[in-house]
């Protein structure tokens, strides 16, 4: 059983930063990917970037390349997401979730059913 636990939403001007944090335990990640999700109000959850086990590969959606970084510390269980520039369309409620199904992936899935353990999420708001 994996737990995951994100950190770090809040309150953001538009053009603010923060930093998601998604700790695991039960398990150890680092042979799996692990991806960032959110779901605006009224909208449908949708991938935001992924990085994999030993984070030789990462993947962004469009709307977030050059703003949002992924990245992981295996010694922590931990992968973090990094947003600059933030907009208020970035308002959402942001998850993580991890693909236990293959190991030592390097092709970041977007789809939220290859994920098959997902954190209770933490709501980012960027006010304009």
């Known amino acids: 059983q994996v737990r995951l636990q994100e950190a770090g939403g809040g309150l953001v001007q538009a053009g603010g930063s923060l930093r998601l944090s998604c700790a695991a335990s039960g398990r150890s990640l680092d042979r799996h990917v692990v991806s960032w999700f959110r779901q605006g109000p009224g909208k449908e959850r949708e991938f935001v970037a992924g990085i994999s086990g030993s984070s030789s590969s990462s993947y962004y959606a469009p709307f977030v390349t050059g703003r949002f970084t992924v990245s992981r510390d295996n010694a922590k269980n931990t992968v973090y997401l990094q947003m600059n520039s933030l907009k208020p369309e970035d308002t959402a409620v942001y998850y993580c979730?991890?693909?236990?199904?293959?190991?030592?992936?390097?092709?970041?899935?977007?789809?939220?059913?290859?994920?098959?353990?997902w954190g209770q999420g933490t709501q980012v708001t960027v006010s304009s």
């Open positions: 979730a991890v693909d236990t199904g293959r190991l030592h992936a390097m092709v970041i899935r977007p789809s939220p059913n290859e994920y098959d353990y």
